[in-house]
């Protein structure tokens, strides 16, 4: 009778003692996060979405900047434009331009003076943003992609974003 009882004990205590790895960052409301060629930097000062209606469908627009704008312009701008409400799921560039999936990130080395990337359809390395909440307050999810620019000697080059994550009020 003993055994019996304590089977399920156990597979109970088995169970709830595992925890399911997150694969969507538990980070803060009002935060973006993402590993810019492997360096991982934080958009928590007016880390902001906008949710609203474009011409023929539908955007969002996820926004914040590594420190005060006054002392770093430093900033991240995700968005995603589509014919459809945006909702949970992936959305990828290069799909036949629908959804539009789109990111800049500016890094500013002095007073103003940085490098711009943007995403530019790349083959290898495709901008990839997965929204895994999305509510009338708030918006979360993850995104990876490859983006290009120039470097201060106005050569092309390129970086890779890893890892983002993002939690931000609407």
Known sequence: MKKIFLTPVILLIGFTSCKKKSD?????????SVSIAGTTTTFNHTAKALVGSVQNGFGIQIHGYKKDPTLSL?????????????????????????????????????????????????????????I?????????GTFRGE???????????TIQLANGAFHVSI
């Open 24 to 32: 969507n960052k538990d980070i803060p409301l009002g935060t973006i």
């Open 74 to 130: 430093t900033d991240v701008t995700i968005w995603i434009i589509s014919p459809s409400p945006i909702g949970t799921g992936t959305y990828t560039e290069n799909i036949a331009g629908n959804p539009l999936v789109s990111t800049d990130l500016f890094q500013e080395f002095i007073l103003g003076v940085g490098n711009v990337f943007s995403s530019y359809y790349s083959t290898t390395n495709p901008l990839t943003v997965s």
């Open 132 to 140: 895994t909440a999305i509510s009338a307050s708030s918006v979360k």
């Open 147 to 157: 983006l290009k620019g120039l470097n201060l000697n106005g050569d092309s080059t």
